[in-house]
Structures are given as C-alpha cells and as structure tokens.
C-alpha cells in the first residue's frame, strides 16, 4: 500500500527525526509549498531531489548520493517555537523557510527547536518588541533521507555530530566543541542512551558536557524531543552526517572525522576508527584490535572512568603557587597562566551554571587542574 505522502517517506521521517506522527503533516505541507516555489524554495527542486534518489537507490554509495543532491542548493530550517512563559510547553508554534546556502553542502533538513522569552502572541503573529530566542536545539539531517525513494535509512552504520555552542546573548560567551559518533543502531536511540547517562551522573567527559547544557526541567516527548530545551544562553546542534554505511567506510570515516574533535580540541577522549580500537586493545580493554562498535564503546567507557582517579599534582607545583610572592609575579604576566577573563569566565561556569571542570576547561581554554583550582578559591582568589 502507498504512503499517503507525496513528498515524505513516513517511515525514514519518524526513524531519524525526533518527530511525532501529529507533525508529519506539516511537513509534508511544507515540501508541498516549498516544491511550489514558495517560502524561499524553487518550482520542482523537492521532485528533483526525489528523482536523484530514485535513479541512484542502486547503483551508488550513500555519500555518493547526497553528493548528487547538491545539484539542488537548497537548505530547509524548520522551526519548533516555545515561549518562556506559556502555560503548556506540549503546544508550540512553528515556522519554516527554504534558502540557498551556496556551497558543496548536500540539502539538509533543519529542525530548530527554539524557547523565546516572554508570553506567547495573542491573536497576532508577531512576537513583541524585545523577544529573543534564549536558548536553541537544533537537529539536522539530509533532506534526501526523508523523501520518498530513499530506501531505509536505518540500514548500516550512522555516524553523527554534537556541537555544543554560546547564543550571541550568553555571558560568558565560550568557544564551539564538538562530538563525533557512530553506531550501527538509530541516531536517536544512541542519543538517549547518551542523555540517559548525562542525567544519572555519567563521568565521562561528552555526558557531563551534555549534562550541563539539558535544561532538566525541559520536555523531552520522543526521540531527541521535539520540546527538549537546552540551558539558557546555550545551542546544542546535533547534525547526522552519514547513513547507510558499511563497518568499514564507518571506521575510516570516523577516524579522520575525530581527528579534529579529540580532545583538548572538542570532547572525544579516543581516537575514532580502527585507530580508537588499537589504542584500547593496546592498552588492555579490547581483547583484539578490530570489535564491535559496541564493545568498542563499553571498552571506552572502562578505560576512561579508570582514568579519572589519575594524576595529582606534583608537590613543588602546590608549594610554589601557595607562596603570595610567586603568585604576584606570574600572574597574567606568562603564557602559561590563566588570564583575568578566564579566570572570570571559569568562576560563571561553575558558580552560575553549574558546568562540569572537564567541559569548562574545554570552553577557556585551561586545563582541569586550573579550573578546580580557581572553583575551589585555591588560586587566582584575589581575582575580581
């Protein structure tokens, strides 16, 4: 039997889109107006996509697919809109809009779910004067994944995006970090499992991240939560970027993709890859250098909470900075101290928003030692 859809693919939409079945009517309007030509898109470009994947479902990879889709420029932001203030987070306004982003990109789906401050309009459509959006959750998927003729997108190995990012408003402002993941399930059902661990008191440095930015009070209804709310001053995006692989391309992929998220540069703690797999089995925590994703992730898990309880600090580093006149001479003046603004952005952080010092560290630039240092008052007290 036919779906009732002539754009959808009603069973791709629900699997990677945190969705509920109520909204799929929307957004089968939606790529109606925007096939139109309306709302930013152009006459026939979401037929056009539908072709490029019914003429490619068997004789092309999945990356070389989305590649063909970039012959459409075309991006789609989607919006979920709560206000501050409203009585009833489970009802929501929504908006969307097509765009042209000029780039290799392929076509990309865009769900913003935004809480704005103050009460919800009445009886008009514009927000009144003042009103910001506090606080961002974004999920972003390829537009051609949930159209018709795609196949099944859960099929293979996904691999996926965190990014953890300031809104312009935020004071502090903190720099991007990001964190890259694969599984051979749905991208959604992983992120729950993460976000299930960030809010039971995981010590792992991605959960805690996430756990600084939920807002615990939020909604979260299905898969990521079209309600889920985030901290205020705070953007989470999360962006899936490969489908349908097989063990092996997820592998090389993920490796070169960690290259740039392994930290101090974001929050993935090993390697990606082939290459994470023989780093743990060197150390003990994978019987063989090639596993399961799973097993790999399990072995991750051990290998980084038995590294928590590690390294102290030396004691000449703790005598030296305890004396008033070592202090004074080094402070603000070596590159290898903490300036006022770090200092000053460590203690809001931690005070005010409850960040974790692994994640903190991340964001100013310090490292973990520095950050409990200046929360516990121990160094740069007389800092203000």
Known sequence: MDQPYKFLDEKNALAILPIPESCLQEMEAMLEAIDRGERGGSEGCITRLIQINKKSRFSTKSWGR?????????GITYRFINYDEQDDYSEYFYSYDAWKHGTPQAPMLMLSFD??????????????????????????????????????????????????????????????????GLTSR??????????????????????????????????????????????????????????????EEAMQIEERMVERTLHPLGLNMIPGGFAGMKFLHKLGYLPRDRATVDDRDFATAKYLLARTGGAKVAPW??????????????IFKRSNTLNREQVLSIRKYGNDWGFCAELIANLVGANIRQVRDVLSGKYYARVK
């Open 186 to 247: 749905n991208w959604q059902t992983r992120y729950k499992e993460h976000q299930r661990d960030a809010l039971t008191g995981s010590e792992l440095l991605f959960h805690t991240s996430l756990a600084a930015v939920i807002n615990k009070d939020g909604i979260s209804q299905i898969g990521m939560g079209p309600f889920e709310m985030v901290r205020s001053g705070a953007c989470l995006i999360s962006e899936l970027q490969y489908v349908n692989l097989t063990y």
């Open 66 to 74: 989305l590649a063909g889709g970039k012959k459409v420029d075309l």
């Open 115 to 180: 809480r704005n401050s103050g009460s919800p309009p009445i009886g008009t459509l514009e927000n009144a004067p003042g009103t910001y959006v506090i606080s961002r959750r974004v999920v972003s998927v390829p537009l051609q994944c949930v159209l018709k003729h795609w196949g099944n997108a859960e099929s293979g190995y996904m691999i996926y995006e965190h990014n953890l990012s300031a809104m312009d408003h935020a004071v502090p402002q903190f720099k991007s970090i990001s964190y890259i």
């Open 317 to 330: 580093v703790s005598e030296n900075w305890s004396k008033d006149e070592f202090y004074e001479q080094v």
